[in-house]
């Protein structure tokens, strides 16, 4: 069972990537979005995945984050 949207607290987004990298959660295509603050960059790249879009509301923004083609 893959997912194709996984949405992530970005506090744990390291520890989450790592394991999610190692299972059969995520295909290719899923999408794996990381809440954050505005003020916390969770990095451009998490193991296998880029980020490819962020998107700033206030205080809070949203990161993207794809697998490497």
Do not use: N
Request: charge should be neutral; include cysteine.
């Amino acid at each position: 069972m893959c997912f194709s949207t996984l949405l992530l607290d970005a506090r744990g987004l390291r520890e989450d990537a790592a394991a999610l990298a190692e299972s059969k959660l995520v295909s290719d295509q899923s999408i794996v979005i990381a809440e954050h603050d505005k003020r916390f960059d969770p990095g451009e790249g998490v193991w296998e995945m880029r980020r490819y879009r962020k998107l700033v509301q206030g205080d809070a923004a949203l990161s993207f984050y794809r697998r490497q083609s």
